[in-house]
């Protein structure tokens, strides 16, 4: 297969590598399997440009983007719909998404598996035309991205403490919201006993969870039960699933935000999410694609 990889400099993992090295070491492993590479390494604000760019060319296959759920997203939202392929290089903070696709946790081997992989179909959801391959949410997310983009942090583990102390300053304050649903939607179902990130990217259907939390300690154990891949036992949830929903704000006075795909949007009066079946074609591990084949 042809690879274009584009990395992300500013991304939280690939910061603080050296990119010479990690591009050739990314080279090495594809070309050992029999493929080809063109590897451009961008800033965060030209991501986009040379993702279009890479798309846009004949001779490519797969397009391996490395980066953090912003860069991710952007490159499925691109893709979507389109021949080429998405390799999705685990370099963010969760990697929710790449957990789903079975991708391996390290980016060694991740490019390993990328080299032996195969290409199948995954779902991408939308939320008022904009596509998602995670999750689009309103209320204590947003509220907790808010502050946390107030603190410092300068590594992978330091926005993972700075997530937690967020969470906690959410709970000991939660936004006023009234919507008809809250919570999250996820482009398919949360799996149990684990992160939330969908087992099964193929399943055609929103994944919605609507809190029914009224109290700080009650919003508290809702945190531990999402953290322990517990969603479908906590007392603080109600989970549905659905291929379309419409939410609705009721608070004609005040502007909100919501949370796509981990980066800050404003919230529309009204927002329209989707489920797209087979939107997108991904490179898994070729054990991971026979899995989801079974």
Same mark, same amino acid.
Request: glycine letters at 8%; hydrophobic letters at 45%.
């Given at each position: 297969?042809?690879?274009?990889?584009?990395?992300? +400099?500013?991304?939280?993992?690939? &910061? =603080?590598? $050296?990119?010479?090295?990690?591009? *050739?070491?990314?080279?090495?492993?594809?070309? !050992?399997?029999?493929?080809?590479?063109?590897?451009?390494?961008?800033?965060?604000?030209?991501?986009?440009?040379?993702?279009?760019?890479?798309?846009?060319?004949?001779?490519?296959?797969?397009?391996?983007?490395?980066?953090?759920?912003?860069?991710?997203?952007?490159?499925?939202?691109?893709?979507?719909?389109?021949?080429?392929?998405?390799?999705?290089?685990?370099?963010?903070?969760?990697?929710?998404?790449?957990?789903?696709?079975?991708?391996?946790?390290?980016?060694?081997?991740?490019?390993?598996?990328?080299?032996?992989?195969?290409?199948?179909?995954?779902?991408?959801?939308?939320?008022?035309?904009?596509?998602?391959?995670?999750?689009?949410?309103?209320?204590?997310?947003? +509220?907790?991205?808010?502050?946390? &983009? =107030?603190? $410092?942090?300068?590594?992978?583990? *330091?926005?993972?403490?700075?997530?937690?102390? !967020?969470?906690?300053?959410?709970?000991?304050?939660?936004?006023?919201?009234?919507?008809?649903?809250?919570?999250?939607?996820?482009?398919?179902?949360?799996?149990?006993?684990?992160?939330?990130?969908?087992?099964?990217?193929?399943?055609?259907?929103?994944?919605?969870?609507?809190?029914?939390?009224?109290?700080?300690?009650?919003?508290?154990?809702?945190?531990?039960?999402?953290?322990?891949?517990?969603?479908?036992?906590?007392?603080?949830?109600?989970?549905?699933?659905?291929?379309?929903?419409?939410?609705?704000?009721?608070?004609?006075?005040?502007?909100?935000?919501?949370?796509?795909?981990?980066?800050?949007?404003?919230?529309?009066?009204?927002?329209?999410?989707?489920?797209?079946?087979?939107?997108?074609?991904?490179?898994?591990?070729?054990?991971?694609?026979?899995?989801?084949?079974?």
């Amino acid at each position: 297969m042809r690879f274009a990889a584009i990395l992300n +400099r500013d991304g939280e993992t690939l &910061r =603080t590598l $050296d990119l010479d090295a990690f591009a *050739g070491r990314i080279r090495e492993t594809l070309e !050992a399997a029999g493929h080809s590479v063109e590897i451009d390494v961008v800033a965060g604000r030209d991501i986009a440009a040379a993702l279009e760019k890479a798309i846009a060319k004949r001779n490519v296959d797969v397009v391996l983007a490395g980066g953090g759920d912003g860069t991710i997203s952007t490159a499925a939202s691109l893709l979507m719909n389109k021949k080429k392929a998405l390799a999705v290089l685990p370099a963010g903070t969760m990697n929710l998404f790449a957990r789903g696709l079975g991708i391996p946790q390290t980016l060694e081997e991740a490019l390993q598996s990328f080299a032996d992989g195969e290409v199948m179909t995954v779902d991408m959801a939308s939320a008022n035309g904009r596509p998602f391959v995670h999750q689009f949410s309103v209320g204590m997310h947003a +509220r907790m991205v808010q502050l946390r &983009r =107030t603190m $410092d942090f300068g590594s992978r583990f *330091g926005k993972m403490q700075a997530s937690v102390r !967020a969470a906690w300053a959410a709970i000991k304050s939660p936004p006023a919201l009234k919507v008809s649903l809250a919570i999250g939607i996820s482009n398919n179902l949360f799996g149990e006993g684990h992160l939330p990130y969908a087992d099964n990217p193929s399943g055609g259907v929103l994944g919605i969870y609507v809190s029914v939390a009224r109290r700080r300690h009650h919003l508290a154990k809702l945190l531990l039960d999402i953290l322990r891949g517990r969603l479908r036992q906590s007392a603080h949830v109600e989970v549905h699933e659905s291929d379309k929903v419409v939410l609705k704000i009721h608070s004609r006075t005040r502007k909100f935000s919501a949370v796509l795909d981990g980066e800050l949007v404003k919230l529309e009066r009204e927002t329209t999410i989707e489920i797209h079946p087979g939107a997108l074609k991904v490179l898994v591990p070729s054990s991971s694609a026979q899995a989801k084949a079974a």
